[in-house]
């Protein structure tokens, strides 16, 4: 017969092997902030090269005041991607690991969804501002072009956003698979089984 | 909550904890290699929720929640129909018998066998966890962590017993 409690007893006496890692919770804490700095770093480098360009192209080409509100809405477009991204990079990160599991699980397969999908909320916020863009430089750059070919670049300007938008998404799509696919089967696993159980 | 704060905090869950939460990461995974992986991803999370407690539960409870959690969806390197990995002999400290290392060894096979989630429960158990505070962690009814454990301590007493029976 099993005496549970003497289990109990063993289980907690059990002694652990050194570890090469032994664990250090100073080490670990620099180690952590360290990753975060970098990241905030990388983000706020992205930020600036993206100001940067938006205020030197301009001013390089002198573009007249059509391409440069072009240029505004281009510049509107990237910053979104890049908060939608930089939000991403976070919420992967920090999935509510502090929730009971049952809401864990939950809260977890929104967050995941959400990954496969960044940009639902402000898809045609992101679309529109970057087919006005281009089409206003695409305008502003036109010089006596024949009607065919002012209606070919203007077809490219409007369309090159929608494909560039669609090619992410495939490739995304594909790398969530492959990185999130195994933990979303099992938080799928683990909703059903918890499903008539939990408080 | 500023820096220094944050890593006072840290510290100290880290020292109270990291002795149970290293056993929970042994009776999960039984693979003494990645131990340190799965105890450092938790730590790692307990890092990121800290700024977030509003101490609406018990620490402990806390960091049992997050330890569950991160094991729940850890990615084991090895996968499903594989061998299990050899268990270490030592985890039994010198003064203990070698009876004691047996019982210890035959348990944590039989944890083994266990679906992630059982293994994780009776873990929280044999740390010494009440139902009510399994129930806190795992968001799921009292009456069916009982309802669990009962079936749990049966298939252990089951697999302990045969294995105890084929060495005698």
């Known amino acids: 017969m099993v005496e549970f409690d003497e289990l109990r007893q063993l289980w907690q006496k059990q002694a652990q092997p050194d570890s090469a890692l032994a664990p250090d919770g100073r080490a670990m804490s620099e180690v952590l902030r360290r990753f975060h700095r970098r990241q905030t770093v990388i983000n706020c480098l992205r930020a600036s090269l993206l100001l940067f360009m938006a205020i030197f192209v301009p001013i390089r080409n002198h573009m007249g005041p059509t391409a440069v509100a072009g240029v505004a809405l281009l510049f509107v477009g990237m910053t979104i991607y890049l908060v939608e991204d930089w939000r991403n990079q976070i919420g992967i990160a920090r999935l509510?690991?502090?929730?009971?599991?049952?809401?864990?699980?939950?809260?977890?397969?929104?967050?995941?969804?959400?990954?496969?999908?960044?940009?639902?909320r402000t898809f045609w916020v992101l679309i529109v501002s970057m087919v006005?863009?281009?089409?206003?430089?695409?305008?502003?750059?036109?010089?006596?072009?024949?009607?065919?070919?002012?209606?070919?670049?203007?077809?490219?300007?409007?369309?090159?956003?929608?494909?560039?938008?669609?090619?992410?998404?495939?490739?995304?799509?594909?790398?969530?698979?492959?990185?999130?696919?195994?933990?979303?089967?099992?938080?799928?696993?683990?909703?059903?089984?918890?499903?008539?159980?939990?408080? | 909550m500023t820096h220094a704060e944050r890593e006072r905090q840290f510290l100290e869950v880290f020292e109270k904890n990291k002795a149970s939460i290293r056993r929970l990461c042994y009776g999960y995974l039984n693979s003494a290699s990645e131990v340190d992986d799965l105890f450092q991803e938790i730590m790692t999370n307990v890092w990121h929720s800290l700024p977030s407690f509003r101490g609406e539960a018990r620490i402990s409870t806390w960091v049992y929640r997050i330890a569950v959690?991160?094991?729940?969806?850890?990615?084991?390197?090895?996968?499903?129909?594989?061998?299990?990995?050899?268990?270490?002999?030592?985890?039994?400290?010198?003064?203990?018998?070698?009876?004691?290392?047996?019982?210890?060894?035959?348990?944590?096979?039989?944890?083994?066998?266990?679906?992630?989630?059982?293994?994780?429960?009776?873990?929280?158990?044999?740390?010494?966890?009440?139902?009510?505070?399994?129930?806190?962690?795992?968001?799921?009814?009292?009456?069916?962590?009982?309802?669990?454990?009962?079936?749990i301590k049966d298939v252990l007493e089951q697999l302990i017993g045969e294995a105890t029976h084929g060495r005698v």
Not at chain 2, 94 to 112: F, N, T, V
């Open chain 1, 96 to 120: 509510d690991f502090a929730k009971p599991s049952a809401g864990f699980v939950e809260s977890s397969l929104l967050r995941l969804r959400d990954m496969r999908y960044p940009f639902r």
């Open chain 1, 132 to 199: 006005c863009g281009m089409n206003l430089i695409t305008w502003s750059a036109e010089h006596h072009s024949t009607v065919f070919k002012t209606a070919l670049m203007h077809s490219n300007a409007t369309a090159f956003p929608f494909l560039a938008y669609w090619l992410g998404v495939k490739i995304r799509a594909k790398r969530f698979d492959l990185e999130c696919g195994p933990i979303l089967e099992k938080l799928l696993a683990m909703r059903q089984a918890m499903e008539e159980h939990t408080v």
């Open chain 2, 69 to 151: 959690n991160t094991a729940l969806v850890y990615r084991k390197k090895w996968k499903h129909g594989e061998e299990l990995p050899e268990l270490a002999d030592d985890r039994c400290g010198a003064h203990q018998s070698l009876e004691d290392a047996e019982r210890l060894r035959m348990l944590h096979a039989a944890i083994a066998t266990l679906p992630d989630q059982d293994r994780l429960i009776v873990t929280l158990l044999l740390e010494g966890l009440s139902y009510k505070e399994i129930a806190e962690v795992t968001g799921i009814t009292v009456n069916y962590v009982g309802v669990k454990i009962s079936r």
